[in-house]
């Protein structure tokens, strides 16, 4: 049988080891106590600077803008961007170095910011941003400066990589409060924050190669011609989509400005293809001589009309640029810009036609398309007859370039008017459009516009190969109740190729001075068209081809060969 001999120290030994292992014990939960409550500060902390840390700005600042979908033009390119960017802060009441040598020092890092503008932020009495959008280098710089009160805050900054590419129909996004905002960001808010649809780009119709090679010839010949400001839009003549839209002058989205107070004519914010309205002249001679055609009052392109001497109505005198001093048919009133053939046809076909066509194609409301920047149009209060004669060239009524870009659509794609559009469509989303031209008649118009560019005043927008047609339009701006004989609104509207038209293209300048002092469309607004047709042409699939044309052997007949006087 075996014998247990008990050690006098065993006994102590094991409550020595039990008294350890309870130490050691208690010393891992305190760790672990301590790792925890570190952990849950660190993410308290977190939590803090990424919800509530807005809160201390004060009321004068603002926060990152909310997450926002990228807009893309017609191809993928991007035109707007919700990006993480830097910001540089500061609280003045947790500085601990020399405000006036601090805003020194940043001034050094940013010289384009005075010195007394930072001081003048470090000794505020609330938050401040110190820069909005800074460099990653800018703000290692500021870090090195070793300031606990200079805080780094990341925000989300909407961005627009193209700059002042299409700015007016881009227009910049809301505030964080919601205020500001215009142009597509504004129209399409909804689209763009639906958090559904947040990873999907938004496509625009805008293609911004078309849109760089307008907005790069309106601004050479705005300097060219001293213009006081130039505009112009690229439409698909077949499905209301606009290509191009440009506004000079132009503003960076990325740098705005306080724009505050300043009417249209003087910020760089309006977009005058939709915000300024034009007594738009004689582009407006083609639509109403269409409209005559449709109501049977022309039905010969041949038949004459008195033009040996101005037009007397009413104490009123209707008179020609460039007078003919004989009878006239039609083809020779679109050649030759006949305010007076124009008129007498007019009065045949009376004011309820004209005014019919003329709400058929919205001039009596703003245009249809998403912006919120579109203004009104004048329409006649009293439509007498000298008011139907004046209204039927273009005097007397004032709407917006873009009105009178979608009419011409309507006026060559064979008669259908749809409304112009900043989305790209899909083929089956292409609206059916609504009959305001039959298409007799707007094939014959094809025609008329063809020979006005070949033989008449639209001479120099005649790009070779690309069939352009198009009517030239020059007006005397309404000023103090009379109109300003040496301030001139000129434009130039047209279509190409005449004889399939896909793209319509409409140019205005205004106040323009063309070579030698000559200030009509023909010199100002023409010129640009051409120059642009054949920018953009091939870049838009149509290619120049001298062999096709518009049949125009029937019309050309009628000419009797006077030389235009331009």
Request: aromatic residues 6%; proline residues 6%.
């Amino acid at each position: 049988m075996a014998t247990i001999i008990v050690q006098p120290g065993g006994a102590r030994a094991g409550k020595q080891r039990v008294d350890l292992t309870a130490i050691a014990h208690n010393r891992l939960m305190l760790l672990l106590i301590l790792f925890m409550a570190i952990t849950a500060v660190l993410i308290l902390r977190l939590t803090w600077v990424g919800v509530f840390a807005g809160n201390g700005r004060g009321g004068d600042a603002m926060g990152g803008l909310p997450a926002r979908a990228d807009i893309v033009d017609r191809n993928g390119v991007p035109l707007a961007r919700t990006m993480d960017a830097y910001s540089i802060a500061v609280r003045p009441s947790k500085l601990i170095g020399d405000p006036s040598e601090l805003a020194r020092k940043l001034h050094e890092i940013f010289p384009d910011e005075p010195a007394a503008t930072f001081y003048k932020k470090l000794t505020g009495r609330g938050w401040a941003y110190l820069r909005r959008r800074a460099l990653p280098e800018e703000v290692a710089a500021v870090n090195a400066l070793g300031e606990i009160g200079i805080e780094f805050p990341r925000e989300k900054e909407r961005l627009y990589p193209q700059r002042t590419l299409a700015a007016h129909v881009m227009g910049f996004a809301p505030n964080a409060d919601g205020k500001g905002g215009m142009g597509v960001e504004a129209a399409f808010n909804d689209r763009l924050t639906d958090a559904a649809m947040r990873g999907q780009p938004f496509a625009m119709s805008i293609d911004s190669r078309v849109q760089g090679a307008l907005e790069s010839e309106l601004y050479a010949q705005l300097v060219q011609t001293r213009a006081k400001g130039a505009g112009g839009v690229i439409l698909d003549a077949n499905s209301g989509e606009v290509i191009a839209m440009a506004s000079i002058p132009v503003f960076d989205p990325n740098k705005l400005q306080n724009y505050a107070g300043k009417s249209c004519s003087e910020s760089p914010l309006c977009n005058h293809m939709v915000q300024a309205r034009y007594e738009l002249g004689s582009a407006f001679k083609p639509l109403s001589i269409a409209a005559a055609m449709d109501r049977g009052v022309v039905t010969s392109m041949s038949k004459t009309y008195d033009a040996t001497a101005p037009l007397g109505i009413a104490g009123f005198r209707i008179k020609d640029d460039h007078p003919l001093g004989r009878w006239i048919n039609v083809p020779e009133i679109l050649v030759h810009s006949s305010n007076i053939g124009t008129a007498r046809i007019a009065d045949q076909m009376g004011a309820e036609p004209l005014q019919h066509l003329f709400r058929e194609l919205h001039f009596d409301q703003r245009a249809p398309i998403e912006l919120n920047e579109r203004a009104g149009t004048l329409w006649p209060a009293n439509w007498g007859r000298i008011t139907t004669l004046t209204v039927s060239y273009g005097h007397g009524i004032a709407v917006t370039p873009l009105h009178l870009a979608s009419a011409y659509a309507a006026l060559v794609n064979g008669g259908l008017w749809r409304p112009a559009t900043l989305r790209k469509l899909k083929a089956e989303e292409v609206p059916e459009g609504r009959r305001v031209f039959s298409a007799a008649t707007s094939a014959r118009m094809r025609q008329l516009l063809r020979m006005i560019v070949a033989a008449g005043t639209g001479r120099s927008a005649d790009a070779k190969g690309y069939r352009v047609g198009g009517k030239t339009g020059s007006a005397e701006k309404p000023q103090e109740g009379r109109y300003n004989k040496t301030s001139l609104v000129t434009t130039f509207a047209s279509a190409f190729p005449m004889d399939n038209p896909r793209y319509v293209v409409l140019v205005t300048m205004d106040e323009a001075t063309g070579q030698y002092g000559l200030r009509t469309a023909a010199w100002t607004a023409a010129p640009v068209v051409k120059r642009v047709v054949e920018r953009t042409g091939p870049m838009l699939g149509v290619l120049p081809d001298e062999r096709r044309d518009v049949d125009i052997s029937d019309l050309m007949p009628l000419l009797h060969g006077d030389k235009e006087k331009e």
